[in-house]
Nanobody
Framework: QVQLVESGGGLVQAGGSLRLSCAAS????????MGWFRQSPGKEREFVGR????????LYADGVKGRFTISGDNAKKTMYLQMNSLQPEDTAVYYC????????????????????WGQGTQVTVSS
């Protein structure tokens, strides 16, 4: 497994931007992809997007397409989530997670594909 630490959350006004970071350590060479999820109070944790480590291809949830961008820096072992045009409904705790190579054929939009999780970082968007 890998250890993941998110940072960059905070309070922003609607229409603003934030960039989250996820720093990885440990067995990062066994990681197939990394993803972002979010969870609002009373709701299930939902998929935001993911990036594949080998070729940096990305996949996004419909609700964030065109507003959020995931990128990665393999040398720094860090993944980023650039969030633009934020809306109050984007308010949530954001988690980064890692898909191990052994689960590379699993659906990376589902929580079960991920075996390592960060502690989360709060993003609050005010109206």
């Amino acid at each position: 497994q890998v250890q993941l630490v998110e940072s960059g959350g905070g309070l922003v006004q609607a229409g603003g931007s934030l960039r989250l970071s996820c720093a990885a350590s440990g067995r990062t060479d066994s990681t197939y992809a990394m993803g972002w999820f979010r969870q609002s109070p009373g709701k299930e944790r939902e998929f935001v997007g993911r990036i594949r480590r080998s070729d940096s291809t990305t996949l996004y949830a419909d609700g964030v397409k065109g507003r959020f961008t995931i990128s990665g820096d393999n040398a720094k072992k860090t993944m980023y989530l650039q969030m633009n045009s934020l809306q109050p409904e984007d308010t949530a705790v954001y988690y980064c997670a890692a898909v191990p190579n052994s689960r590379r054929l699993w659906d990376s939009r589902t929580r079960s594909a991920y075996d390592s999780w960060g502690q989360g970082t709060q993003v609050t968007v005010s109206s």
